[in-house]
C-alpha cells in the first residue's frame, strides 16, 4: 500500500505581498501568511498534522519548491509514560510517531551479543533469550527498542 503524503501548497496571494497557505486543498488561514511568520505558519500545520507532509513553495516566477516537512519528534519520556496498554500482563503497548498507513516491522531480539576489540561478532552456540523488542517503521525510520530490564 502506497503511502499518501498530506501536502500543503504555499503560493503567493494574488492581492497581497502575503502567501495562500492550502493543505490538501482547504485553507489553511482565511488571510495570507506574511512573508515573516510563514516559516513558523508551516511548522505550526505539519505539527498540527502530526505527521509527514509534503510541502510545496511556489514562487511569483513560476519556480516551485518541494520538500518532505517532518514534524518535531515526540519526548520520549511522554511516550514511555504514555506508551504500554492497560492489558493485565503488560502484553499491549501503544506506539506513537508513525506515518499513517505505514509498513512497521517488529522484530523480537532472540539474543544479544557483543563485537570483540576488533569489531567482529563471534556467535556463541547456547543462546540466552530476551524479551526485547525492536518496532521500526519502513517510511518513517521511527525506531523504538523495549528492553526487558537485566
Given amino acids: 500500500m502506497p503511502v499518501i503524503l498530506p501536502q500543503l501548497i504555499v503560493q503567493p496571494a494574488a492581492a497581497s505581498e502575503g502567501y495562500t497557505v492550502t493543505l490538501n486543498g482547504q485553507p489553511v488561514s482565511d488571510d495570507p501568511v506574511p512573508g515573516a511568520e510563514l516559516g513558523r505558519a508551516v511548522a505550526s500545520v505539519v505539527e498540527r498534522a502530526g505527521t509527514a507532509v509534503r510541502v510545496e513553495v511556489h514562487d511569483a516566477d513560476g519556480g516551485i519548491y518541494a520538500d518532505i516537512v517532518y514534524p518535531p519528534l515526540p519526548d520520549l519520556r511522554e511516550l514511555e509514560s ?7 500482563d503488560g502484553s499491549d503497548a501503544r506506539h506513537c510517531g508513525f506515518i499513517p498507513g505505514e509498513e512497521v516491522l517488529i522484530a523480537t531480539v532472540e539474543r544479544i551479543e557483543h563485537a570483540n576489540d576488533d569489531g567482529v561478532l563471534e556467535l556463541r ?5 530476551t524479551d526485547s523488542t525492536i518496532v521500526v517503521g519502513s517510511v518513517s525510520g521511527t525506531t523504538i527498542v523495549n528492553r526487558s530490564p537485566e
Fill in 82 to 88: 504514555s506508551g504500554h496498554g492497560d492489558g493485565e
Fill in 125 to 129: 552456540i547456547s543462546p540466552q533469550p
